[in-house]
């Protein structure tokens, strides 16, 4: 470190005697022009050069210790014996907040994020500079860049402080205001089954089965007499309260649109602090690795230091109003004497000797009490002091002219006009919708990350323009009206970039366009079993569905007629359905076939792709092999083994389909579904020695995953071993057990929040 501070720092004593220059360039790429102090030769230098921070290698080795413990648990959880993993605390991570403000789970992770939040509004942000994974990461970039000679430059903005606190609030509050405000204001739980959310008819699908006209169909949208979508004029007189009123229930009913979705009511708050599953909110290695070098080194390397924290972290939207109401601060005496050394060593791109000077504490919510400017200041004159919080701190000279000046210079940092933020705001909306989800595979936060550089790199490439120099950030772009190599490679990887985002927003559009008209369709049960022959739609439900399958597949790969790389697992299913739906059976068992070979298979996927192998009566070794297939394509997925098993039953070769659960139980010993198959075959085997065995392995699925189906089960066995008195105890357990689950959806007459 050189005696000369740097050139964004004040770091000459306020001396009267001291002469500064002034060096004034013309507006760049990067902004208005701002005044530079530049040291002038006989101008009194600082005493010292600026410190190398005495709390950096205890940050470094706190932060390097939260990575430690996290590699502990997981090596616990995948060194189990059971299938290869055990049960382990659920991750400990705030976005886990999600699953118990939406469904009740109280986890880990939203033990950890309260207690953060509280602690950061008691001591401010000490979590983000000594707990954070995404700081350390971040300041590992740093620091390694700056070994190699780039320093990064913050690139500052007015609108994109507000993503933060705009994404968190989307994450946390919009779920429960959708749940509890907006759906009780726009719906009527018309079904009493405890749900007030819809489909874009207005109406569950449940209600859309019942013959409201009388007139042995379904009511259709649409049709001639509709009073709202999809219940006909006739109907509002129908007593839908069960409450021997028939008044205008219905015309009270607005429909909510597509892409608020569903919203259940809260089933009520249960610990779930353990789980064998500790990946699944997880990003796959391929997207966790790009990921982490975009939210780490990109955004460090394009926008400088903590950009990540600045522009993109949905915690950092609560932590930084939080840290205004904190009473703990950094602090100053009497001894500053103005230096700078403080703001040089900040990483939070917080001005410190500004702040301390002109309230006697720093105010600024970006700082995360890293407390290297404690450990250089060179006269002790910082520490971490009680008082009044940020919000509540007032300038300890309001008419100070250096105020002044330090206010009108903060404006004239931000790196672009109003007008141009903006645009730049509107470019990051785009992207960040483009990117999220797509493919089914982006994260939102990696989304946030890509929308903020791809942000950056838009507003350079349009400098790129209009300048005849420009450099960002490193590297000379344009120099004298003339691209460089480095300005034609930013040019394409910019275009590359957006071209990428315009294709997800595209799909992402086109995909809103078919479920849209999709929920137009009459739902049955037999438009998604086995190929239409016991359901004709209707001329206008065929067009619609075939509507909906075009505006889907443009959503889809290249190779199904659309603009993406690949089709998504969502596009799969619908695409399936839909085919379906109308009688193309060969497309939707292929999507269904493609849906299960590239996705971890889900029950509701290979239910109605077996059901479309038996009805073009596909030979049993075909379907056994399919399924043997997804056995090694899905090794730690139980669900290959148990439809392989229920196929093997269904041809009534059971000592096969027991030789198969046995060989299943190895790998997922916990699997009540195997123990039920088991006992099921054990059963129908029917000799006297395989009957206790059948009760025992039941027993076993009751205790690892019990169901009222399970429970009613077991009480036939047990009542046909003549064990009355187990018999009638699970039978009470499965009446139980009913009455919790029906107690979870509400009373019946009742609106449940």
């Known amino acids: 470190m050189t005696d000369t501070p740097p050139p964004h720092v004040d770091a000459t004593p306020p001396a009267p005697a001291a002469p500064v220059a002034t060096a004034e360039g013309p507006r760049g790429p990067c902004g208005p022009k701002v005044a530079v102090k530049l040291p002038v030769i006989g101008a009194p230098r600082p005493a010292r050069p600026v410190a190398k921070s ?41 976005s886990e907040s999600m699953a118990t403000l939406e469904v009740g789970a109280v986890n880990a992770g939203f033990v950890f994020f309260s207690l953060a939040l509280l602690s950061t509004l008691v001591f401010g942000r000490f979590f983000c500079g000594w707990g954070c994974h995404v700081v350390a990461l971040q300041d590992w970039c740093g620091w390694g ?42 719906g009527e739980d018309i079904n009493r089954d405890g749900y007030k959310a819809t489909l874009v008819t207005g109406l569950q699908e449940s209600l859309l089965l019942r013959d409201l006209n009388g007139d042995g169909r379904v009511s259709r949208a649409g049709e001639p007499g509709d009073f709202v979508p999809g219940v006909s004029e006739a109907a509002v007189g129908r007593d839908l309260n069960g409450n021997g009123s028939t008044a205008d229930v219905l015309p009270e009913y607005a429909e909510l649109p597509l892409w608020m979705g569903r919203a259940a009511p809260m089933p009520g708050f249960k610990p779930h602090f353990l789980t064998e599953d500790f990946w699944a909110t997880f990003a796959h290695w391929s997207i966790a690795i790009p990921f982490l070098a975009i939210c780490g080194f990109v955004t460090v390397y394009f926008l400088g230091a903590k950009a990540f924290c600045t522009y993109g972290c949905p915690y950092g939207g609560f932590f930084a109003p939080l840290d205004r109401l904190s009473p703990v601060r950094i602090r100053v005496n009497d001894n500053c004497n103005g230096c700078g050394h403080c703001t040089a060593v900040c990483t939070s791109n917080v001005r410190v000797h500004e ?32 008082g009044a919080p940020g919000l509540l701190t007032r300038p300890l000279d309001p008419d100070s002219p250096a105020l002044a000046a330090a206010r009108s210079h903060a404006q004239k940092r931000y790196d672009l006009s109003l007008r141009e933020e903006l645009a730049i705001a509107a470019v990051f909306v785009f992207f960040f919708l483009g990117y999220r989800g797509m493919y089914s595979a982006v994260p939102l936060l990696m989304a946030m990350g890509i929308a903020m550089v791809l942000a950056f790199m838009v507003h350079k490439s349009w400098r790129l323009l209009l300048d005849r120099n420009v450099r960002a950030p490193f590297w000379q772009l344009k120099r004298d009206g003339r691209l460089r190599p480095a300005g034609v490679f930013f040019l394409a990887a910019t275009a590359a970039l957006s071209a990428l985002g315009v294709q997800g927003l595209a799909t992402k559009v086109a995909y809103w366009k078919g479920e849209s008209i999709a929920a137009r369709l009459t739902r049955t049960d037999e438009s998604w079993q086995a190929a239409g022959s016991r359901y004709q739609p209707t001329p206008r439900d065929t067009a619609d569905a075939k509507a909906a399958i075009a505006a889907i597949k443009f959503a889809g790969a290249i190779g199904d007629g659309g603009i ?33 070979n590239g996705t971890a298979p889900k029950a509701e996927w290979l239910a109605p792709l077996l059901a479309f192998y ?17 056995e090694k394509r899905w090794p730690r997925n139980e669900l290959p083994t148990v439809f392989l098993v229920d196929l093997y039953g269904g041809a009534q070769r059971i000592p096969e389909a027991i030789t198969i659960v046995n060989e299943g139980l190895q790998r997922f010993p916990k699997s009540a ?32 995953e019990p169901t009222v189906q399970r429970w009613g089960m077991l009480s036939q066995m047990l009542q046909r071993a003549g064990r009355a008195s187990e018999a009638m105890a699970a039978d009470a357990k499965a009446r139980d057990l009913a009455g919790q689950q029906r107690s979870l959806h509400g009373n019946p007459g009742q609106t449940t929040g």
Request: hydrophobic share 50%.
């Open 673 to 704: 579904a195997l123990r039920e198959r088991l006992a099921l075959g054990l059963w129908a085997r029917g000799r006297p020695e395989d009957v206790e065995k059948a009760i025992a392995a039941m027993q076993i699925a009751v205790e690892n």
């Open 54 to 94: 005495k709390v950096g290698k205890w940050r470094a080795i706190v932060l390097i210790s939260v990575h430690l413990v996290f590699a502990v648990h997981l090596a616990y959880w995948l060194g189990g014996k059971d299938g290869g993993v055990r049960a382990t605390l659920t991750p400990v991570e705030p």
């Open 564 to 596: 993406a790389f690949l089709t998504s697992p969502a596009q799969h299913e619908r695409l399936s359905y839909l085919h379906a739906y109308v009688g193309e059976n060969a497309e939707a068992e292929r999507h269904l076939a493609d849906l299960v």
């Open 614 to 630: 038996a009805a073009r009566n596909a030979p049993f070794e075909e379907q056994a092999a399919h399924l043997r297939a997804l």
């Open 145 to 186: 860049m700056k070994k190699l000679g780039v320093h990064p430059k913050p690139f500052r903005s007015r609108l994109l402080l507000w993503a933060p606190l705009l994404l968190a609030l989307y994450m946390f509050v919009w779920p429960t205001v959708r749940r509890d405000v907006l759906v009780p204001l726009l």
């Open 355 to 386: 702040e301390v000077r002109d309230y006697g504490a720093v105010v600024d919510p970006g700082c995360m009490k890293c407390l290297d400017c404690i450990s250089v200041c060179p006269t002790d004159a910082l520490r971490v002091g009680l």
